[in-house]
């Protein structure tokens, strides 16, 4: 016997073909030779983006608005008005060489949920926002997160605004050029109060699709420490001074990056350490080097290793300087955002009523949710993404797995909507 109840569920009224269709018109804006997207935030493709949603919303005859750092929102309005609302997306915007599904799949997804909730003739208690957040990649203007960061008050918007792109121009002229190419009416204020906030995104990484998953249940965003290390020794000839007269500062970070994996061994792989970047002065073959540079990007769900390991690396770096000079400076500590229980079981139980095979998991990876959370409970939906590979051109997902997550995400909303 069918429910006739089931007909009234937005998770029904999802269509995967439509979703899919809308990956596949954005991602021509800004589309590169090798199947990827180059949108980055402010630019004139992310005015084009702009311009494609802010249409589709009008035609369904959602209202549109804008705030001061560009945060862009679609209003699917509650039958009452003045509840606070429940918001859903991610991001527009991508790396130079980007993928066709990084952060637009959670702005689309939010998309294709109140075109749901439309059709299937639905009106929740509280009115349900999409947002585009501006600039989270980061990539042409620092700090990633930017529009978020601003929205929950961890960033100022003075700050945001005077931030400069390699080439000079400020994140204010670059607004400002976008809103005039993408106009949208202005929105007052920032921070809400908001009800719940709920983002879906790709998982960026490989455990879904190893572990034949179809849902992440996110259960929080790992925290990150970073840090530089300057090495410095004493440059020399490389043909007449005897070892014990060197003070090699490459032999010296060479065992102190070796040190410091045994620092960071951790059978459950859950530590993530990387050194990613490693400058060794004055790259001569011929004389013994005198100075290194490197970087260390130290990141762990868990508030207590992060601080219990990331402590003693200047400590390790130290007993491994060989005769060097070693400073180790700490640029920047984040801490690990833990998600609202109430979003994370809502998340899981709606994956479980919808029947797909899901798992709890932190997110890797930095996310606008990270933000928001310090100001709502919030949430996020992963979806598996091909071999786990994101911030890539080659960047894949399947149209199904894609709709899996939308049907996902319009429950949950739909149940934080109506209560
Ligand atoms: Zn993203």
């Not at 630019?43 to 750092?69: H, K, N, P, Q, Y």
């Not at 809502?346 to 994956?351: E, G, K, W």
Request: hydrophobic fraction near 45%.
């Amino acid at each position: 016997m069918v429910d006739p109840r089931a007909a009234l569920r937005p998770s029904a009224a999802v269509r995967e073909e439509r979703l899919w269709q809308r990956h596949l018109e954005m991602a021509k804006l800004g589309a590169t030779s090798k199947g990827g997207v180059n949108r980055q935030a402010l630019s004139v493709e992310d005015a084009a983006a702009r311009r494609l949603l802010t249409g589709w919303a009008a035609a369904r005859g959602f209202a549109v608005s804008t705030d001061a750092i560009g945060n862009l929102f679609v209003r699917y309005d509650g039958s009452e008005p003045s509840a606070e609302p429940v918001l859903t997306g991610s991001h527009m915007d991508s790396q130079p060489t980007g993928g066709r599904f990084d952060g637009i799949y959670g702005v689309l997804a939010g998309f294709e949920v109140l075109e749901a909730f439309a059709d299937a003739g639905l009106r929740p208690r509280r009115p349900l926002e999409l947002v585009a957040w501006m600039n989270e990649e980061g990539s042409r203007f620092q700090p990633g997160a930017m529009g978020s960061a601003v929205y929950a008050g961890s960033l100022a918007l003075d700050r945001a605004l005077a931030a400069k792109d390699r080439a000079g121009v400020s994140v204010a002229d670059a607004l400002s050029q976008t809103l005039a190419a993408a106009p949208a009416s202005r929105r007052p204020g920032f921070g809400g109060p908001i009800a719940a906030y709920v983002e879906a995104h790709i998982e960026q990484g490989p455990r879904l699709e190893a572990a034949g998953r179809t849902i992440g249940v996110v259960t929080g965003i790992q925290g990150q420490r970073r840090y530089t290390v300057d090495v410095v020794g004493e440059e020399a000839h490389a043909g007449t001074t005897p070892r014990a007269a060197r003070k090699d500062a490459l032999s010296a970070a060479v065992a102190i990056v070796s040190a410091l994996e045994q620092l960071m061994a951790d059978p459950a792989d859950t530590v993530r350490f990387t050194v990613g970047r490693f400058e060794v002065q004055p790259g001569s073959p011929n004389t013994v080097p005198g100075r290194v540079h490197f970087t260390i990007d130290f990141r762990h769900p868990d508030t207590a290793v992060l601080a219990e390991r990331g402590d003693r690396i200047a400590d390790v770096a130290a007993r491994h300087a060989k005769g060097c000079t070693v400073t180790v400076t700490e640029i920047s500590r984040v801490a690990p955002t833990v998600f609202a229980p109430q979003v994370i079981d809502l998340v899981r139980d709606c994956a479980t009523q919808l029947g797909y095979q899901h798992m709890d998991m932190p997110s890797g990876a930095g996310h606008d949710a990270m933000h928001v959370a310090r100001i709502a409970p919030s949430g996020m939906i992963f979806v598996p993404c091909w071999r786990g590979i994101s911030h890539n051109e080659a960047e894949n997902a399947t149209p199904a797995d894609l709709a899996a997550g939308a049907r996902v995400l319009a429950e949950a909303l739909a149940s934080l909507a109506n209560a």
